[in-house]
C-alpha cells in the first residue's frame, strides 16, 4: 500500500485488497509521535506486528469499507456494498480494541516504555493477544520509529510505500 502526504497534515493510503480492488483511505490524523506519525500508519506497523487481524487494516482487505474510504478501481462482487457494512459491523469489537491498542502501544513508544510492566498489564487487560504479543511490542516500537523517520523524510506529494504482512498472507489464501 501506499501513503501519499499532502499539503499540511493531510495524507491518504491506496490499498490494492487481495480481491483486485483498489481502495482509497482518507487520512488526516497523527499520533503522538516525533516525527508525527500519521495514524494509518500507526494502525498498519501494530496491527501487523501484533496480529490483529481485524483492525482497520484487516478489515479493508476482506473487504469492509468505512467512511472515509472510496473505491478507486476494480470489479466488485455483487452485494459488495452490503457485505462491506455486515463486515464492519461483525468486527465492531475487534476494530474499538484495534484502537486503543493502536493509542496504547504508540503512547508506550513515545514516552520510551514499551517494557513497562504495569502499562502491558493494563494493556492486555483490555486487550485478548495471542501469548506473544506483548512480547512483540519492542519490535512494533521500533518499526514505529522507523516508519515515522520515513514519512517525515517523504515531500509533499509524493508517496511512501509500506508492506503489510496480513495482506500478503490473505492475498495468497484468497487464490
Known amino acids: 500500500m501506499t501513503f501519499h502526504r499532502e ?10 485488497r487481495p480481491d483486485g480492488v483498489v481502495v482509497r483511505l482518507k487520512g488526516g490524523s497523527y499520533n503522538p509521535f516525533e516525527p508525527p506519525l500519521p495514524h ?13 487481524e481485524h483492525g482497520l ?9 468505512f467512511g472515509q474510504n472510496a ?10 456494498t452490503r457485505r462491506a457494512r455486515e463486515l464492519v459491523k461483525a468486527h465492531h ?3 474499538n480494541q484495534a484502537e486503543m491498542v493502536v493509542a496504547a502501544v504508540c ?6 516504555r514499551e517494557g513497562d510492566r504495569r502499562m502491558l498489564a493494563q494493556l492486555t487487560g483490555r486487550w485478548r493477544p495471542d501469548p506473544a504479543a506483548a512480547g512483540r511490542i519492542p519490535a512494533v516500537g521500533a518499526r514505529l520509529r522507523e516508519a515515522a523517520a520515513d514519512w517525515d523524510a517523504v515531500p509533499v506529494g509524493e508517496t511512501l510505500a509500506l508492506e503489510w504482512g496480513g495482506v500478503s498472507r490473505r492475498a495468497r489464501g484468497a487464490r
Open 71 to 80: 473505491v478507486l478501481a476494480g470489479r466488485r462482487r455483487p452485494h459488495a
Open 40 to 52: 494509518d500508519i500507526a494502525h498498519l506497523v501494530v496491527e501487523d506486528g501484533l496480529g490483529l
Open 7 to 16: 499539503s499540511g497534515r493531510a495524507y491518504h493510503a491506496i490499498i490494492d
Open 57 to 65: 487494516w484487516g478489515v479493508i482487505a476482506a473487504g469492509g469499507l
Open 107 to 112: 503512547r508506550m513508544v513515545h514516552e520510551g
Open 93 to 95: 469489537d475487534e476494530l
